[in-house]
């Protein structure tokens, strides 16, 4: 908790309140309670015969509950207060507040308090933006609750308010409680904040926690106590460093959210407040940190992350087959296609990360049924590398939006606006070329060539990616390699030229092995020196280049999570004091934060402030901010998993005497894989060309010849289509064959839908995804079968590279 604002989260519902425990939403004041990216209550502001309490003190007891200590707003030098107020708030699908009020008087104290309520539905796009919204509010008084509503065609969502005192009176505006406290008594009634998003399903009954509760119930299948036992214990002599470790993994704990179109695959959101969302490249990154600690993340992100890879071109969502997903939002102006983030594509570096983490798993867990189960995708994600990923057959990944309007500029981890600057402060203009982006690529075809080795059972494939990788890495070398500063450009634009400022992502190279050896040590010198160090970790941007800010986004602040594979990178090559010294600085800033490492804060040096400078909107938790602590550790102690188990080598800083970590907690504890394995997938072939429909019946009765049958690998399951008004048919997907069957029966997925919402998702008129959204197409029965739809229905043309 810093500022004047108070956050508590559980998975993807979070509260930002102010520090008496009042949400007062507008566009300069982004407070609410937020769920599924809509701001379902935006006024939430008690008041006590007309004035609003004083704050005594606030404390935020875990991740999800809070509690805020009031009393009256006036009172005398010697306070002397005749009554206070507790407030104890605990979040998860809505919000629980147990409130209180206690009399200090001997006279019985009467009092009038008013709870006010209200709900803007806003997108959590729309929230700092003046609220112009679509649809119509109402608010209806319904057995015994507040119901606020907010529908636009089908699109419903809704806020149920209930009190469980006797003197609720509940009104349009809000509750309020006339009160009469009997001498030296108190008062209490719950207050329950419900979330309905209709399109999933019905409303819960209840909140995650009720009256008392006072139990971490992440989501997962272990409780918060268990998860944080299955990691390996920490021991140091410097306690701040255990601390941020055990801090670290509530955090990751907490993140933790299951969408609700993949209901069975929870996996880390990005970041409070406003990255409660699914991020492909902040996923993967945070799992790769805490793989040897919670496995468990790393194994459900590349499975939710598969379930949604790019199957089409799509201009809107900077879609492309094989390509892994940046965004992924619910609210309302991605269901009605106003933002792309249905999923949105705009990343050109998830893809390759994807690759490296699956290669990672493997590493550490030995689960090859996974490595064989996410074949297909692997080999899709490697075919957009060289497909699109490189658009002008450079045998560089390039990115360059293809959605001018809605579209993000930079595909980077950088990806603000400004973050792509030549040495004199001119922007670079695409398509770009980012040095990382390269070197994970390179990490990505060397580590995938080994796995079509020894677990996918194709040796050509191995060659050819080991040649290619070869050949990128000679040739990489020589076009970024910027000799007259020796160091490696930020990126070639869209003309080649070298963009010659000198950052951080040239850590990131050392990390991902392309570095040739005899440009290492240049490399280490300049990520160690005062222009990128700042004393409190590796700024973005060094300073001295005219872009350097140290408040800027991306343009000299200090990122946790940077650092972390700036460090990983320094000891990959040998530079282990390096690396502890930067890992041991970030340790450090992190006790100024309560042992919870913002996103970022400012790169103004060490020598100058004394203390690390918060950077004012910095997400705090953060995924990859709470992962790099469990990275820096892995680096310290030289952890490795190999073919013969796990290692460890430590090289402690000087400020850390001790560090144990019990090697039998660490993952790894390899088991047995053959030297390679392979499986056949028959796929019927489709001869016919693929005619146009005008009705649901044409498009059943040619169904086989409009999906091709390689959209079908990988997809088990049946689906029934309830046409209103026409009829039902089921869809058999057998993992390469397709049949269809007229009339209703089981099915593991049924889909409600008019005919015409039917032919604009056949046409690509309109996506399953959004259609879902808005209610135009109802859902029961497996939901987490959903993005399925998407590649059955989206034929990618492998001609359409956009360049």
């Known amino acids: 908790m810093t500022g004047e604002s108070i956050s508590v989260l559980e998975g993807d519902t979070f509260v930002v309140s102010d520090r008496r425990g009042d949400i007062a939403g507008s566009p300069d004041q982004p407070h609410g309670l937020f769920h599924q990216d809509t701001r379902i209550l935006s006024r939430w502001r008690l008041t006590v015969d007309g004035n609003l309490p004083r ?14 200590f009031l009393a009256p707003p006036h009172g005398t030098v010697y306070d002397d207060a005749s009554f206070s107020i507790f407030r104890k708030r605990a979040v998860g699908d809505g919000f629980h507040e147990d409130l209180t009020v206690i009399n200090h008087t001997s006279e019985t104290l009467e009092l009038e308090l008013f709870l006010e309520v209200g709900a803007d539905f806003a997108d959590l796009f729309e929230v700092k933006d003046a609220l112009a919204k679509k649809g119509q509010h109402e608010v209806r008084i319904e057995d015994g609750q507040l119901v606020l509503g ?3 065609e089908k699109f419903l ?30 008062w209490t009634t719950c207050l329950d904040v419900l979330a309905a998003v209709h399109a999933f399903g019905a409303a819960p009954r209840r909140t995650k926690y009720g009256h008392g509760d006072s139990q971490a119930r992440p989501n997962m299948r272990l409780s918060l106590e268990e998860w944080i036992e299955a990691a390996p214990a920490l021991s140091s002599d410097w306690q701040s460093l255990e601390l941020t470790y055990r801090r670290s993994l509530i955090d990751l704990a907490a993140l933790r959210f299951y969408p609700p179109i993949l209901a069975e695959m929870a996996l880390p959101a990005a970041g409070l407040p406003w990255f409660m969302a699914v991020f492909g490249r902040d996923s993967l990154i945070t799992s790769y940190q805490a793989l040897p600690y919670t496995p468990e993340l790393a194994e459900t992100t590349l499975q939710v992350l598969a379930a949604r890879q790019g199957s089409r071109v799509d201009d809107f969502r900077d ?15 991605t269901a009605f296609e106003e933002r792309p983030h249905s999923p949105y594509y705009g990343t050109a570096d998830a893809t390759p990360l994807f690759l490296v983490l699956l290669d990672e798993v493997e590493r550490w867990t030995g689960n090859v049924d996974l490595v064989r189960e996410l074949e297909a995708e692997a080999r899709a994600a490697l075919a957009w590398i060289d497909d699109y990923g490189d658009r002008d057959g450079d045998g560089y990944v390039e990115y360059e939006r293809r959605n001018t309007d809605t579209g993000l500029e930079n595909q980077c981890w950088k990806d603000s606006w400004n973050s792509i600057l030549f040495a004199d402060g001119r922007l670079a203009s ?5 040095c990382e982006i390269q070197g994970y690529v390179y990490d990505a075809k060397r580590r995938c060539a080994r796995l079509a080795r020894d677990v996918w059972g194709d040796p050509a494939l191995a060659a050819r990616l080991e040649d290619a990788a070869a050949a990128l890495k000679e040739r990489f070398n020589a076009d970024f390699w910027v000799s007259e500063r020796e160091f490696f450009a930020l990126a070639l634009d869209g003309d080649k030229q070298q963009v010659d400022s000198l950052t951080s992502n040239i850590g990131h190279l050392l990390w991902s092995g392309i570095v040739e050896d005899d440009k290492a040590d240049a490399i280490a010198r300049h990520l160690l020196g005062p222009k990128l160090f700042s004393g409190w970790g590796v700024r973005t941007m060094a300073e001295g280049e005219r872009g350097y800010n140290p408040l800027g986004y991306h343009v000299g602040t200090v990122w946790p999570h940077d650092s972390s594979l700036v460090a990983a990178g320094l000891a990959r090559y040998g530079y282990r004091e390096g690396a502890g010294r930067i890992a041991f600085a970030v340790l450090e800033a992190a006790a100024f934060f309560r042992h919870r490492l913002p996103e970022v804060f400012a790169g103004y040096p060490r020598g100058q402030t004394g203390f690390p400078v918060e950077y004012p909107t910095a997400c705090s938790p953060q995924a990859w901010a709470s992962g790099a602590p469990l990275l820096f550790v892995t680096t310290l102690l030289g952890l490795e998993s190999g073919p013969n188990g796990i290692s460890m080598d430590p090289v402690l800083p000087d400020g850390i005497g001790r560090l144990e970590l019990p090697v039998e907690g660490v993952v790894g504890a390899r088991r047995g894989v053959p030297t390679h394995a392979s499986h056949e997938r028959r796929v019927v072939a489709a001869e016919d060309p693929v005619p146009s429909v ?12 409009i999906i091709e049958p390689a959209r079908t690998l990988g997809i088990k399951a049946t689906y029934r289509f309830d046409v209103t008004g026409v009829g039902s048919w089921r869809l058999v997907v057998d993992d390469g064959r397709l049949s269809v069957l007229e009339g209703d029966g089981q099915a593991d997925c049924i889909l ?12 690509g008129e309109q996506r399953p995804a959004t259609a879902f959204l808005t209610g135009l197409l109802t859902m029961e029965g497996d939901v987490t079968l959903a993005p399925k739809l998407d590649k059955l229905f989206s034929p990618a043309r492998a001609d359409d590279r956009g360049d």
């Open 752 to 763: 409600g839908m008019s005919e015409d919402v039917l032919l604009k998702i056949v046409r």
């Open 430 to 434: 695409g398509p770009i070329a980012t």
């Open 694 to 705: 005008a009705s649901a019946g044409e498009f059943f009765h040619h169904l086989q010849r």
């Open 55 to 68: 704050v005594l003190s606030t404390d935020d007891v875990d991740y999800f509950s809070v509690q805020f």
């Open 319 to 333: 879609e492309e087959p094989g390509k892994i997903l940046h965004e992924l939002r619910l609210g309302e102006l």
């Open 150 to 152: 907010y529908r636009r």
């Open 157 to 186: 969502r809704e806020t149920r308010v209930a009190a469980s005192a006797p003197e609720a009176e509940l009104g349009a505006d809000g509750i309020r409680f006339r009160l009469s406290i009997p001498p030296q008594r108190e």
